[in-house]
């Protein structure tokens, strides 16, 4: 059974930095892309940035290039965010999502099959 954990989230003040973990179970942790989404109040769920299965790929949203950066360690089975420079508008429940697919669909919601329960991550004005 697939299980993606997430930690790392808490309350910090805008400018300041967190870096979010997301542990996943399984074998085959190296095959997949793992992807990190956010949701805010309100608003639908977001892509944030994805990590290709080798790791050699990353992808950003718009609204946080230069200031989050997605790794992995497969041999730990885990995936990282790290965000600097964090502002109020990050503030949002982010969860991990891993899946296996063709093209350049990391963006999707659609390309992930597997997900975790999220980490709340609050930014203070």
């Known amino acids: 059974q697939v299980q993606l954990v997430e930690s790392g989230g808490g309350l910090v003040q805008a400018g300041g930095s967190l870096r979010l973990s997301c542990a996943a179970s399984?074998?085959?942790?190296?095959?997949?892309?793992m992807a990190w989404f956010r949701q805010a109040p309100g608003k639908e769920r977001e892509f944030v940035a994805a990590?290709?299965?080798?790791?050699?790929?990353?992808y950003y949203a718009d609204s946080v290039k230069g200031r989050f950066s997605i790794s992995r360690d497969n041999a730990k089975n885990t995936v990282y965010l790290q965000m600097n420079s964090l502002k109020p508008e990050d503030t949002a429940v982010y969860t991990c999502?891993?899946?296996?697919?063709?093209?350049?669909?990391?963006?999707?919601?659609?390309?992930?099959?597997?997900w975790g329960q999220g980490t709340q991550v609050t930014v203070s004005s």
């Open positions: 999502g891993r899946g296996k697919f063709k093209g350049n669909i990391y963006y999707s919601l659609d390309a992930y099959d597997d």
């Open positions: 399984g074998r085959t942790f190296s095959s997949y892309t």
């Open positions: 990590i290709s299965s080798s790791g050699r790929n990353t």
